[in-house]
């Protein structure tokens, strides 16, 4: 039987992530580190588990937010390459995300240059989200930098983050609510070669249809005159929904 995702992050992977961190910052209390989480993790799904790794990482830190950041950085490890390996590679980061998604909402510019980090090991979209709920502006500005980034990572970081239905994620909308800057993002990726790229903006087309057919109506129309292989690729797959209902 395949191993379940949340049996990754076990009694073994607190035991490495604790001796990560202490390798770095004399400011980490390792042991109440398991105390916090031995008995529980067994016990808990996998969301649950990212929550109470965070939270516990949260009370055993002994640094303000911005340094533990600073502890964070260098353990990151090497970038992956191309925009596969998140879940074989990177996944033992998924709680570092979590603690950057509860703890990092109120630092715009701390949280989004470590979340554009952390997606070149791992992923970083859900650790993005709060940010955009609390600075809507200031990330559309930046999500728009991000989608024309020379790393790959970064530019399907730019798109996965805004999905208003994203996976194991509170409904958002605000990609309805600026939607012009939303579209320039979708825009600019709408060419992209990459297959991790071209299914998140497709997957945002889908969500989108599912919240307001309208705005929907109005990409695929932009995009349908001439498109490129990519575009008619990212058509066709975030119409799927559309399709469905009609069929």
């Known amino acids: 039987m395949a191993k379940k995702l949340k049996e990754y992050y076990d009694l073994e992977y607190l035991k490495d992530l604790a001796d990560k961190i202490l390798n770095v910052t004399d400011k980490?209390?390792?042991?109440?580190?398991?105390?916090?989480?031995?008995?529980?993790?067994?016990?808990?799904?996998?969301?649950?588990?990212?929550?109470?790794?965070?939270?516990?990482?949260y009370d055993s830190i002994d640094l303000d937010y911005v340094e533990t950041l600073d502890v964070f950085y260098q353990?990151?490890?090497?970038?992956?390459?191309?925009?596969?390996?998140?879940?074989?590679?990177?996944?033992?980061?998924?709680?570092?995300?979590?603690?950057?998604?509860?703890?990092?909402a109120e630092y715009f510019y701390e949280s989004t240059a470590f979340s554009k980090e952390l997606t070149k090991r791992f992923t970083g979209e859900y650790c993005m989200r709060p940010l955009i709920e609390n600075y809507p502006e200031e990330s559309f500005e930046l999500l728009k930098e991000w989608s024309v980034d020379e790393n790959e990572r970064v530019r399907r970081l730019a798109s996965e983050c805004v999905r208003i239905r994203l996976p194991w994620a509170k409904k958002m909308y605000r990609a309805l609510e600026y939607f012009?800057?939303?579209?320039?993002?979708?825009?600019?990726?709408?060419?992209?070669?990459?297959?991790?790229?071209?299914?998140?903006?497709?997957?945002n087309l889908n969500d989108l249809y599912k919240e307001d057919e309208e705005k929907f109506d109005y990409i695929i129309n932009k995009w349908s005159d001439n498109p490129s292989k990519e575009t008619a690729w990212i058509i066709k797959h975030g119409s799927r929904s559309k399709n469905k209902n009609e069929n």
């Open 28 to 57: 980490f209390d390792r042991n109440k580190f398991l105390e916090i989480t031995n008995d529980k993790i067994d016990d808990l799904e996998f969301t649950p588990r990212q929550a109470l790794v965070a939270h516990a990482l």
């Open 75 to 104: 353990i990151l490890g090497p970038e992956l390459t191309g925009n596969s390996g998140a879940f074989s590679e990177g996944w033992w980061l998924w709680p570092i995300g979590k603690y950057v998604e509860d703890f990092g």
């Open 180 to 203: 012009d800057d939303y579209f320039i993002i979708l825009d600019n990726l709408k060419n992209d070669p990459d297959p991790y790229i071209k299914k998140s903006v497709a997957n």
